[in-house]
């Protein structure tokens, strides 16, 4: 999932889910709260120093928010050349 980072404190983060259309447009779908896992400090400091990321995701039965098992950092650029690659994709009909 393509998420944009707008706050990291108490075990807790909160997104915006984020989507690129055909155009290259990013387009903000919701607001999201997900635990963050207490025993993987890269995970955190990932989160915590990027404005963007691609996050994995494990249900949580204990409550309604899903845990983050795995995050890579984007920066505005990262971001830039994964719309560049949609924009080609479909240019050549993929």
Known sequence: MLVKINDVSNNKVRVTKLDIDNYGSIIPLKELEFNLPTDDDL????LKHSP????FTERNNDDNNDTIILASGMTIDDL????????????KGI
Request: net charge neutral; charged share 20%; proline share 0%.
């Open 43 to 46: 995970i955190i400091q990932t």
């Open 80 to 91: 830039n050349e994964e719309k560049n690659k949609i924009i080609n994709a479909l240019n």
């Open 52 to 55: 963007y990321a691609a996050i």
